[in-house]
């Protein structure tokens, strides 16, 4: 009876050993699709540009469209990011229909700068250009070349 244990132990440990040779195998076969190797910060840092270009091509293209045709940039909402649209204008504010809380958000203005704009917009009935936006509203010249990238005047 002994030598039937002994050939149970030895199967047994044979089976043991052979379970945990495929588990790791399996383990390391499966490990990159259940942990996925980070990408490198260079590679997140190259996408993040390619999106800032891509955004900055929205931009340029909704400009171009609101210069040629006004009454369908107004339809698209460009520059409206307040307002429901379908249109991607990469990031356009339209000074001339904002709200006070998108004005506000521009690069380089303050919540009292942006208040000016909206109390001059609202008495001259808007804006026809940021040099003419910062006159009027007494927006320091250092501030216009921070937002120049994202704003509009439609009218």
Do not use: C, K
């Not at 909704?62 to 107004?74: M, S, V």
């Not at 007494?138 to 994202?150: C, E, G, K, N, Q």
């Amino acid at each position: 009876m002994q030598s039937g244990n002994a050939v149970l132990t030895v199967l047994g440990s044979f089976v043991a050993i052979l379970l945990w040779l495929a588990g790791t195998g399996h383990a390391f076969a499966v490990r990159t699709s259940v942990f996925p190797r980070e990408a490198p910060r260079n590679r997140q840092n190259e996408r993040a540009i390619e999106y800032a270009r891509y955004r900055r091509t929205l931009r340029e293209e909704a400009r171009a469209l609101a210069a040629d045709d006004p009454a369908l940039a107004r339809e698209l909402r460009i520059g409206r990011p307040d307002a429901p649209r379908s249109y991607d204008d990469g990031g356009l504010v339209d000074v001339n229909g904002a709200p006070r809380e998108i004005i506000e958000a521009l690069p380089g203005m303050t919540p009292e700068m942006a208040e000016r704009v909206v109390r001059r917009r609202e008495e001259h009935g808007g804006f026809v250009s940021a040099e003419e936006m910062a006159v009027d509203a007494d927006i320091p010249a250092d501030v216009l070349p921070l937002m120049a990238d994202y704003t509009i005047f439609l009218r």
